[in-house]
């Protein structure tokens, strides 16, 4: 299976501790590196972790609120002096654009690469980007400014070749690609050897779901059903739930609710108020409801 | 004599690395607080040597690049969340209101404070800022950017009055503050003791003066003339004076010339480009031209 990872690089809410940086993580499929959510410091945190700047090509922006978006200018500063070429794609809130150009008119080495800004539905389901191996998809969420989560989930990969077979039938390499791709082999004989005699099944598709600032939304669940792993925000503890309602954000166990009817696989909790010095009492907490639960910490990467 | 330091934020050039942020530094008069430039991180680093971001009303930036300003958004975000009031005064080019409104749209809780811009001058040396304790000078700089350089100077203090006289003459406390000022004292008999049989001299003034972003410039010697403690600039080592020139930056034996020539106490150089993994060869450059010279480190406090 490919390498598909997730590394958190800050997992504080509005307010940095001396443990934790504002939101951002970076999704690696096939050391292929996604950025999602760019608070101050990420590209701090980049470095730290030994993650290349300038490998990112995508960067996915939940929503406009400072402690997702302020490391931004210095990230794609610190890429035009790393000599990046090419393009930098931003999927986010329209407006980001205008925030963003008065400040990078004085980056005078950005001549060689040009980001282009793409601009997120909030009504509803959207396919963002897809490569060969991958797609991201956006779905609303609620929070006091427009937000959106995020899927990234791996495209169906090939089926594998049963090596008996290629050599018992002598099947030409030219023909090979197809039968990954489900075909049957049509000997010169004229007859017929089924896929499923050629074949083994192709690895399982993997799939990895971010959803921050937001309430708990039931509306969610179709689309992130059954994901590896989800990362959900649980600002607080369940005790500050009229909290959470009134600033928009989820608790401990409302995340824990989510991953339990979404049929996850696993969960990840994060955005932590800076109230709390440690983690492990929110993790508790949220086990009561989905026991394969864990602490996003700056630093952590966690394997798909 | 009150307390008057300088703590190094951040002492990188334009890329931070794992030992060094962009530049910051924080003034501290009798625990008021100024602030000079705001790279990427500023808030993180305040919060880690212990310095409080609500207690900062008055920041100066010297120029529009990244590496000083991009700190800005998420402190004075942080400033708001911590309930910050009344007014925070940004002393800067003029540009930086469009570069910031766009970004500080988003944050609902800055109803209580007010941001109040100055635009610097970058034609000749003004006052910038003064109180009873202190005045902020600017100087312009020679960068690819309009740039100033700043002096804090501590205002002439009290003289000490002589216990052993006031005691003698029985000088009531209403007369004091004026003798404290240089009056002499009138006797009500009629008699009149100069000042000079009344007080000590008063402390000596202190200042610092900041020099970043620049080429060497001889004409900010006037102003910076005989300050205790001078941060200049020293990107590249002297090998590299063509580059340094060609990029509007200083070497360490410039600055040292400078510091030199202005007859400076003691001399902190920063702004080291990463390419260096240590500043000691920066150091002991320099002090080939100004022995007194130190470099500046993250965390670093220098006691005026």
């Known amino acids: 299976m490919l390498p598909f990872s997730v590394t958190i690089l800050g997992s504080s809410s509005a307010l940095p501790t001396l443990k934790r940086f504002p939101?951002?993580?970076?999704?690696?499929?096939?050391?292929?590196?996604?950025?999602?959510?760019?608070?101050?410091g990420t590209q701090i945190q980049l470095r730290k972790f030994g993650l290349k700047a300038g490998k990112i090509?995508?960067?996915?922006?939940?929503?406009?609120?400072?402690?997702?978006?302020?490391?931004?200018?210095?990230?794609?500063?610190?890429?035009?002096?790393?000599?990046?070429?090419?393009e930098l794609h931003i999927y986010s809130h329209s407006e980001l654009?205008?925030?963003?150009?008065?400040?990078?008119?004085?980056?005078?080495?950005?001549?060689?690469?040009?980001?282009?800004?793409?601009?997120?539905?909030?009504?509803?389901?959207?396919?963002?980007?897809?490569?060969?191996?991958?797609?991201v998809e956006s779905f609303p969420l609620k929070h006091r400014v427009p937000c959106c989560g995020f899927v990234f989930r791996e495209k169906q990969h090939e089926l594998h070749l049963?090596?008996?077979?290629?050599?018992?039938?002598?099947?030409?390499?030219?023909?090979?690609?197809?039968?990954?791709?489900?075909?049957?082999?049509?000997?010169?004989?004229?007859?017929?050897?089924p896929n499923s005699e050629l074949t083994f099944p192709s690895d399982p598709v993997r799939s990895y779901a971010f959803c921050t600032d937001t309430v708990p939304r039931k509306q969610i669940i179709p689309v992130i059903n059954n994901?590896?792993?989800?990362?959900?925000?649980?600002?607080?503890?369940?005790?500050?739930?009229?909290?959470?309602?009134?600033?928009?954000?989820?608790?401990?166990?409302?995340?824990?609710?989510?991953?339990?009817e979404a049929g996850v696989k696993k969960l990840i909790i994060g955005h932590f108020s800076s109230r709390y010095k440690s983690e492990k009492p929110l993790v508790d907490e949220?086990?009561?409801?989905?026991?394969?639960?864990?602490?996003?910490?700056?630093?952590?990467k966690f394997e798909l």
């Open 162 to 193: 049963r090596g008996d077979q290629v050599e018992y039938l002598k099947i030409p390499i030219r023909e090979r690609v197809a039968i990954k791709g489900g075909a049957d082999y049509h000997r010169e004989d004229g007859t017929v050897i």
């Open 57 to 86: 090509n995508h960067i996915f922006i939940s929503h406009l609120h400072g402690d997702h978006i302020f490391g931004l200018p210095g990230l794609i500063s610190t890429m035009a002096l790393g000599g990046k070429k090419g």
């Open 227 to 260: 994901v590896d792993l989800l990362y959900h925000e649980a600002t607080f503890g369940d005790d500050l739930k009229d909290l959470a309602l009134k600033t928009y954000h989820s608790t401990t166990k409302q995340a824990a609710e989510i991953a339990l």
């Open 97 to 135: 654009k205008l925030m963003m150009d008065p400040l990078l008119k004085f980056i005078s080495e950005m001549d060689d690469f040009r980001i282009i800004y793409h601009p997120l539905s909030f009504r509803g389901h959207a396919v963002l980007f897809e490569d060969s191996k991958l797609t």
């Open 23 to 40: 939101t951002s993580q970076v999704v690696n499929l096939n050391e292929k590196l996604y950025l999602i959510d760019c608070g101050e």
């Open 286 to 300: 949220a086990r009561t409801i989905f026991p394969n639960t864990f602490a996003a910490n700056d630093g952590e």
